[in-house]
């Protein structure tokens, strides 16, 4: 029951161009999606969210896009960084039930 | 402020042993999470408590696994016999109240290989 599916196990980009993380879901209505980010070893920490009423939202360099007709979700990353470099979690919310997906490994170089 | 901890950071067991992990939620936070991260997989959640009283445990194969939140606060989950796919990370994580909007902090994990 994969209900989060991020294709792109790795992702590899030039320091200062646009990142674009991809994430594929399911079984959604009201849901609300979220990003966390994870470096070795430590715990996942959140990044930026959206909920299922809006198609985007902004913090900084990070910006989440819904589309809910396609039931997909991306992060864009802009302008990249190396400390960017990590784990990028997509996860879904809904009713007290958090899903995740496999994740996407992200190395900036510079 | 202090973040989430979590002890210990690494358990080596053979099968069929038990183990139990701690955690130690960020001060005055109500709601507890357990996940579960298989390597190549994300985080699963297992168990969610709201204080002391369980919220959501539909994914914790109750056969083999339990846990506990004691007065609100500490928790313990507990392996009981341990079998080979149960190596992974074990996460603890934990927020403000209960729901989307709030944000979970995770704890640094505890890494668990069952030999």
């Known amino acids: 029951d994969q209900q989060v599916k991020q294709n792109s196990p790795s992702l590899s980009v030039q320091e200062g161009r646009i990142s674009i993380l991809n994430c594929d879901y399911t079984?959604?209505?009201?849901?609300?999606f979220l990003w966390y980010k994870k470096y070795p070893a430590e715990g996942p920490t959140f990044l930026i969210s959206?909920?299922?009423?809006?198609d985007k939202n902004e913090d900084g360099r990070f910006t989440v896009f819904l589309n809910k007709s396609a039931k997909h979700l991306s992060l864009h990353i802009v302008p990249s960084q190396p400390g960017d470099s990590a784990v990028y979690f997509c996860?879904?919310?809904?009713?007290?039930?958090?899903?995740f997906g496999a994740g996407t490994r992200l190395t900036v170089k510079p | 402020e202090a973040g989430v901890a979590q002890s210990p950071r690494y358990k080596i067991i053979e099968k069929r042993q038990s183990v139990a992990f701690w955690c130690n939620p960020i001060?005055?936070?109500?709601?507890l999470y357990w996940y579960q991260q298989i390597l190549g997989q994300g985080p699963k959640l297992l168990i969610q408590?709201?204080?002391?009283?369980?919220?959501?445990d539909s994914q914790l194969p109750k056969d083999r696994f339990s846990a506990e939140r004691l007065k609100g606060v500490d928790s313990t989950l507990k392996i009981q016999p341990a079998k080979l796919e149960d190596s992974a990370v074990y996460l603890c994580?934990?927020?403000?109240?209960?729901?989307?909007?709030?944000?979970?902090?995770f704890g640094p994990g505890t890494r668990l290989t069952v030999l």
């Open positions: 994580a934990s927020s403000l109240v209960r729901g989307p909007t709030d944000t979970q902090y």
């Open positions: 079984n959604s209505m009201f849901d609300y």
């Open positions: 959206i909920s299922s009423i809006k």
């Open positions: 996860g879904k919310y809904n009713n007290n039930d958090m899903r």
């Open positions: 001060s005055g936070h109500a709601t």
């Open positions: 408590f709201q204080n002391n009283g369980v919220v959501d």
